[in-house]
């Protein structure tokens, strides 16, 4: 009986399995839609693989099939699918790119770094320069890869799993350490995002993590990325749309915050809406407190931004019950790049900023950086290395208050611990010094050169593993005797001092395209190093160059790459701003044209029925006239108007009851703040500075306080000055020319 048992049991399967009807190819598309629909997109892309095979002519299949796998991050499946379209660049413009990108993110830094050469010299959408200029980054990391597998592990970095306690088959992410042994993190193993606790055992081994009793309860939406203020009074974190599983950066998030009452916590109080952009996500929160001022660290791909996700600041006075948050500022082009910046954590003692790019020269996808600096005020980043770097993403980066290791997430294959590459987990890492400190950081991140092919580099006939190319190294030939690449050209040049003709180093070098019709669209903006830049372009177009820094007048320049010009040189020399060269400021770039006015007497609409102020000269100050009055409530006066910045990163609408007077002026702008009250202290402090003016943005809510009017730059400055040390770290001087504002010029 025994020896007919496995003998039933085949014709029992094989029955099952001849029952079984088999679908369509149209029956799996539809089901792979509907997952798809549902962002179920393991399910989606094996249906749509399914389909393909029976279809393998219908490559918009395959390639929805790989567009699932890369979101997923299974590299290995979507290199295989993407294969199948990657040279298909009219159909599937950035297949090729995302082929290479699975390769690199596989660890196949030769063969990923070949493709990344491949698709810039076989694409030629108009996106041309942009893409090439994301290729070579990528291409950069893939020899950095190299060169770092090449050399011997001499960190002393202990890297750890945590165990199945914690860590789960779905994602884990945001570490908290509350002490070195106490840890908050957040995860989705309850199909929604929630924040969770655990604690280490005197074995060293993680407990049973759990949800802390006594946070808010958020049922229906994903409660995660947590962050404390360094006085644990009180925790920010996001809560995130419930339309779609847990997606990381495309699930929509918003910044909330709750305090600390005793043993309890307040209910969240979502911050104002010009933080909490409704166009945007806004999330990955980090407190410091430094001066007085918590200052408020976070990711955001909101209007501004340079790529994608970018980081932002935003502060607020300590000791304020309310959260009355300045507007947010932009880390800059020095952190900020045409990619995806995330998960910043600030050491205060340090004074080092570590973030996580895949727009940086990056080992993998995202890779963790540092730099050190504050507010928008950073050194060049320098990637962390192994083994926190890896082929894959490396993000959220942490150190125990005791500042001897940390934590971090990554979604890396561990041994036999980890195993796929499809989701986060958490690792914590040891030493013996303060962080970071003896980890191999590359010295050249981010060569000089931009190097669009790289070539083969054949093995010595010893078979001894040969040296990846000097990516930093200038071409031995001559570099205008052919292009980097068919149908691009370089562009390249120095940015001067006009009255000194030494360089200038971060200047701010922005490139337009120069439409047909005239209008100017940014392609890319970059800050000068040494005074350098280097850009690369489609020929046979016409563009314009800008180059800004405050304290400065723009300057500019505009060249054509027709003709079979293969090589353009530009040298910009830029003026410190006086007030015989004001005026020389080129008018600002706008890459829409400007609305038409409502009125068509006027570019303005005129509400109030007085006068404007035609004064031209400089008005008499006594003592009643810097006497100072709240903030006016615009809904109860008739006699306000309506303006728009005249700058074309100063363009937004606004309400002001101000004199306008013709001629050239300046203000001080203070702050921007939801309600501005005259009889707070820190406004009285600066009372008798000058009249206070303000200017209501009409999108934003805000109201920018300023004090006016000054006549001259150095009174103005004068001015700043004094405002700065009594309280106003971030106050700035505001142009403004017969009733218009231009904006900042000075800071």
């Known amino acids: 009986m025994k020896k007919l048992f496995p003998l039933f049991l085949f014709f029992v399967l094989a029955f099952a399995g001849f029952a079984q009807p088999k679908l369509s190819w149209k029956k799996h598309v539809k089901l792979a839609d509907e997952f798809y629909a549902k962002t179920l997109y393991t399910d989606a892309a094996e249906h749509y693989e399914a389909a393909w095979r029976q279809k393998p002519k219908k490559k918009d299949i395959i390639n929805k099939a790989a567009e699932c796998y890369y979101i997923i991050k299974d590299y290995k499946k979507a290199a295989a699918a993407f294969q199948n379209v990657k040279d298909e660049h009219s159909k599937f413009p950035l297949a090729g790119l995302r082929y290479a990108r699975c390769l690199k993110q596989d660890g196949n830094y030769d063969e990923a770094s070949r493709d990344f050469v491949y698709f810039v010299n076989n694409y030629n959408a108009a996106d041309k320069p942009v893409l090439s200029e994301i290729a070579q980054n990528e291409s950069r990391g893939c020899e950095l890869g190299i060169k770092l597998s090449a050399e011997p592990a001499e960190n002393k970095v202990q890297l750890m799993h945590l165990n199945n306690n914690v860590n789960s088959p779905e994602t884990e992410f945001a570490p ?101 952009l409704a166009s945007a996500s806004t999330t990955h929160p980090f407190v410091v407190h430094k001066n007085g001022k918590e200052i408020l660290y976070f990711a955001s791909n909101r209007e501004g931004s340079i790529g994608g996700m970018d980081l932002w600041y935003t502060e607020r006075n300590i000791d304020s019950d309310d959260i009355d948050f300045t507007f947010p500022v932009n880390l800059g082009p020095q952190i900020n790049t045409l990619g995806d910046e995330i998960t910043p954590f600030y050491d205060s003692r340090e004074g080092v900023l570590y973030f996580s790019s895949n727009g940086q020269v990056s080992l993998g996808g995202q890779d ?20 926190f770097n890896s082929p894959t993403d490396d993000f959220y980066f942490t150190l125990k208050p005791s500042g ?93 001092d006009r009255d000194t003709d030494e360089p200038i180093s971060g200047a701010a070098v922005s490139l337009y395209e120069v439409m047909d019709d005239g209008r100017r669209r940014l392609l890319i903006k970059k800050n000068s190093v040494e005074g350098k830049y280097e850009f690369a372009l489609l020929s046979d177009q016409n563009f314009y160059l800008e180059a800004s820094m405050d304290g400065y007048v723009n300057g500019s320049a ?147 306080v300023l ?41």
């Open 176 to 276: 908290i350490p509350f002490t070195d042994d106490v840890l908050y993190y957040s995860s989705t193993m309850s199909n929604k995002a929630r924040i969770y606790f655990t604690m280490r055992e005197k074995g060293g081994d993680w407990k049973k993590s759990a949800q802390p009793k006594n946070f808010p309860d958020i049922p229906n939406e994903h409660f995660c990325n947590g962050t404390l203020t360094p006085d644990n009074k009180g925790f920010y974190f996001t809560i995130c749309q419930s339309q779609e599983s847990w997606g990381g950066l495309t699930t929509r998030c918003e910044i909330n915050v709750i305090k600390k009452i005793g043993d309890t916590w307040t209910t969240p109080l979502r911050l104002r809406d010009y933080i909490n």
């Open 368 to 387: 963790i950086f540092k730099s050190k600096g504050e507010l928008s005020n950073w050194a060049a980043p320098e990637n962390a290395g192994a083994p």
């Open 404 to 496: 001897h290791g940390g934590f971090f997430v990554s979604n890396r294959i561990f041994g036999m611990e980890k195993l796929t590459t499809t989701h986060e987990d958490l690792f914590e890492f040891e030493k013996d010094s303060p962080a970071m400190a003896a980890a191999p950081a590359p010295s050249n991140t981010q060569p000089e050169k931009a190097v669009t092919a790289v070539p083969d580099t054949p093995k010595p006939a010893d078979n001894t593993t040969a040296k990846p190319a000097d990516m930093t190294k200038k071409p031995t030939a001559p570099v205008d005797s052919e292009p980097l690449v068919d149908g691009i050209s370089v562009l390249k040049g120095m940015v001067f």
């Open 558 to 704: 505009e060249f054509s790459t027709k003709g079979g010009k293969t090589l353009v040189n530009e040298d910009i020399f830029i003026k410190k701003f006086s007030p015989d060269v004001a005026m020389q400021q080129e008018k600002p770039v706008y890459t829409e044209p400007k609305p038409e006015p409502k009125n068509s007497d006027s570019k303005e609409m005129k509400i109030n029925k007085s006068p404007k102020n035609t004064k031209t000269e400089v008005p008499v100050k006594n003592e009643e006239s810097t006497v100072t009055e709240p903030a006016p409530d615009f809904e109860n006066y008739d006699d306000y108007y309506i303006a728009r910045g005249q700058s074309s990163h100063d363009k937004v609408e606004f309400k002001a009851r101000a004199p306008r007077h013709q001629g050239e002026y300046f203000k001080v702008q203070l702050i921007a703040i939801d309600k501005f009250n005259a009889e707070e202290a820190r406004f009285k402090k600066v009372a008798d500075l000058g009249r206070f003016d303000t200017e209501f943005i009409l999108d934003k809510k805000l109201s920018r």
């Open 707 to 747: 004090l006016a009017d000054f006549y001259s730059m150095d009174e103005a400055k004068q001015i700043l000055k004094k405002v700065k040390s009594l309280g106003f770290p971030r106050a700035f001087i505001v142009h403004y020319k017969d009733g218009e504002r231009y904006g900042m010029i000075y800071r």
